[in-house]
């Protein structure tokens, strides 16, 4: 029961680059797509996050992409930096963001070469 | 990392050994979850709880209990441990008008 498809695993990026990660899901009723950023011994922290009533949301380097139809959205980090460097989890769940449940991908290690 | 902390970090066990690793929110957030990491699997979720007393199964809560006495603590116990729940387990509490969650450190459990 993979309901959260994530790819590739792994991606290494030179510095200056654009990171592409994506994600595909299966159920129709979830409403809610967050991206979170996990460095090594840490917890992964919320990164930024989407509702399929919009096709983009940007946050400084950071980009979502939705796309309903296809039941898939990305994750864009443009001028890719060293600092970027950590796995990065796509979720998504159903109902209140708050409460709902999430379902996460199973992960993406990205390395961003200097 | 924002009022929510894992207990203990780190933990080597026995199989066959019960074990209890908890979590306290210092938030008074109504909404905990119990996930575990594993290589090639991500976050899967084990047990939530939305209230005092209230807790359902995730995907993955076989050989795994749960308790929630008090607001701020939710604690999952392995009743009898074994060696494929050797993983790092992570906490989370809803987080609040941007949505989504808030993750502890995780504790890291090895089951020898």
């Known amino acids: 029961q993979q309901q959260v498809k994530q790819s590739p695993q792994s991606l290494i990026v030179q510095k200056g680059g654009i990171s592409i990660i994506n994600c595909a899901y299966e159920n129709t009723a979830f409403d809610y797509f967050p991206w979170y950023q996990q460095f090594p011994g840490k917890g992964p922290a919320l990164l930024i996050a989407?509702?399929?009533?919009?096709s983009e949301k940007k946050e400084g380097r950071f980009t979502i992409s939705f796309n309903k139809s296809a039941k898939q959205f990305s994750l864009h980090i443009m001028d890719s930096q060293p600092g970027d460097s950590a796995t990065y989890f796509c979720a998504a769940s159903i109902g209140s963001s708050n409460t709902g449940k999430l379902i996460f991908g199973q992960g993406t290690t990205l390395q961003v070469k200097p | 990392d924002a009022g929510i902390t894992q207990s203990p970090r780190h933990k080597v066990t026995e199989t066959g050994t019960p074990v209890t690793l908890r979590c306290h929110q210092t938030e008074n957030h109504r909404y905990m979850y119990w996930y575990r990491q594993d290589p090639g699997h991500g976050l899967r979720l084990i047990h939530y709880s939305y209230g005092v007393k209230d807790t359902d199964k995730g995907e993955v809560s076989d050989g795994y209990s749960v308790s929630r006495s008090k607001t701020e603590d939710f604690l999952l116990t392995l009743e009898s441990a074994t060696s494929s729940q050797t993983s790092v387990y992570f906490c989370?509490?809803?987080?609040?008008?941007?949505?989504?969650?808030?993750f502890g450190s995780g504790t890291r459990l090895t089951v020898v």
């Open positions: 989370a509490i809803s987080a609040g008008d941007r949505g989504g969650y808030t």
């Open positions: 989407i509702r399929p009533d919009v």
